[in-house]
C-alpha cells in the first residue's frame, strides 16, 4: 500500500469542474488538446479576476505539458495556483486532473503556465488592487 504522501494529489484551488462531452473530441474519442487549453483559460481567468477585482486577458502561456489523453466522458477538475503578482500581471499555474469514465481515481493530464494582465473597461492594461 502506498503511502499517502506518494499519492499526487492536484495542488491549488479547485476553480472549474466539467465532463468532457462527444462534441469536444476527435473521431479517435479522445478530447481535443485545444479544448482543454481553452477550459484552461477559462478557469484561469476567473481566478485572476478575482485577484484583479475586474477584467483580465490572457497575454501568455508560458509552457504547457500534456501527460494523458482524455477521452470523452471524463470528469475534467481544473485546480489554480497564483504563481506571481506583478503590476499589473497575473501568472497562475493551472492543474487538469481527470477522472475517467467508471473509475474514481484522480489522474493529472496537463498542467500550464498562464498569465493574465488586469485590464480597463477601455482594454488598457491597469494594476492589479494590492
Known amino acids: 500500500m502506498k503511502e499517502l504522501d506518494d499519492i499526487p494529489r492536484p495542488r491549488g484551488e479547485l476553480t472549474l469542474k466539467i465532463l468532457a462531452m462527444p462534441s469536444d473530441t476527435n473521431r479517435n474519442g ?8 481553452s477550459q484552461m483559460d477559462l478557469a484561469g481567468a476567473n481566478h485572476a479576476e478575482k485577484i ?4 483580465v486577458a490572457t497575454v501568455a502561456i508560458d509552457s504547457m505539458a ?5 477521452s470523452m466522458g471524463s470528469s475534467l477538475s481544473f485546480y489554480t495556483q497564483v504563481v506571481n503578482i506583478g ?12 477522472c475517467y469514465p467508471a473509475e474514481e481515481e484522480l489522474r493529472k493530464v ?3 503556465a498562464f498569465t493574465f494582465v488586469a485590464i480597463n473597461l477601455d482594454r488598457h492594461t491597469r494594476q492589479v488592487p494590492k
Open 52 to 55: 484583479a477585482q475586474g477584467r
Open 110 to 112: 496537463t498542467e500550464g
Open 30 to 37: 479522445d478530447i481535443f488538446g485545444g479544448w482543454v487549453v
Open 87 to 98: 503590476r499589473s500581471s497575473i501568472k497562475i499555474n493551472i492543474e487538469v486532473w481527470a
Open 66 to 70: 500534456f501527460m494523458l489523453p482524455v
